[in-house]
């Protein structure tokens, strides 16, 4: 169709935007027209998820139309509006099943002060963020995509110990969590790997009776070669 016509139609669905975000069928209706419609023509769309944009993040069909906003408008000062709105609410939106996907998303897409500040807010919580089955994945994302003051702020916050409580630990006996501990191995530079290492060789032994620590142990082997992960335990 031609743009003249195609913004007429979008314009019939304004004041039943929510409606058909929420509709296994209409949310793709919407999705097309953030995609097919200039961003100066679908404001009304982008108005219409202000305020909404977490419930919309954590539903089944909104957390893909938000993710087309994001692609498409991002840019603009309503599409800012929508990222300040995940940035606020992504500890919560990094555990939800659909809201995890967003906030990879902004992760693997957005500005670089959008990322730092995801994983500011999420690095108090690392552990329990790389414990929960849809957080792990957002975590991942943060080591794959941060720089290396990001991926060290995260690092820190792992290999910090309080008496009695080894999160490092924890995390590689974790059914989510060990897959996390093979990515920060995969992903961090030189310094930050001879610490993990430093501290992962002292549980090998114990790993190895457990399912997900196996996994870590091959990990560690095939950083250090066959013998070298054996001498600290």
């Not at 027209?33 to 977490?54: D, K, M, R, Y």
């Not at 957390?63 to 991002?74: A, F, K, S, T």
């Not at 991942?140 to 309080?162: N, P, S, Y």
Request: aromatic share 6%; charged share 25%; hydrophobic share 35%.
């Amino acid at each position: 169709m031609e743009l003249d016509q195609k913004i007429d139609l979008v314009h019939e669905l304004d004041g039943h935007i929510m409606r058909c975000v929420r509709d296994q069928n209409g949310n793709h209706v919407i999705q097309k027209c953030i995609e097919c419609v200039p961003t100066e023509h679908i404001g009304f769309v982008v108005s219409a998820f202000q305020g909404q944009v977490t419930s919309l993040s954590m539903h089944p069909y909104g957390c893909r139309v938000i993710q087309r906003i994001l692609e498409h408008c991002g840019g603009n000062s309503q599409g800012q509006c929508i990222i300040d709105e995940i940035l606020q609410w992504v500890c919560i939106l990094a555990q939800d099943q659909y809201g995890n996907y967003v906030t990879q998303h902004v992760l693997e897409r957005g500005k670089a002060h959008e990322r730092s500040q995801i994983i500011t807010k999420l690095a108090g919580q690392v552990v329990t963020m790389s414990q929960n089955k849809y957080a792990s994945n957002v975590i991942e994302k943060c080591f794959q995509h941060g720089d290396i003051a990001e991926r060290d702020l995260l690092i820190r916050r792992i290999v910090e110990q309080t008496e009695g409580n080894n999160n490092l630990l924890a995390m590689m006996k974790d059914q989510y969590a060990n897959y996390v501990v093979q990515k920060i191995l995969e992903t961090c530079n030189e310094d930050q790997r001879e610490l993990l290492l430093s501290r992962v060789k002292d549980h090998m032994q114990a790993l190895r009776k457990y399912t997900y620590g196996k996994h870590i142990v091959s990990r560690v082997e095939q950083l250090c070669g066959d013998g070298t992960a054996e001498s600290g335990s």
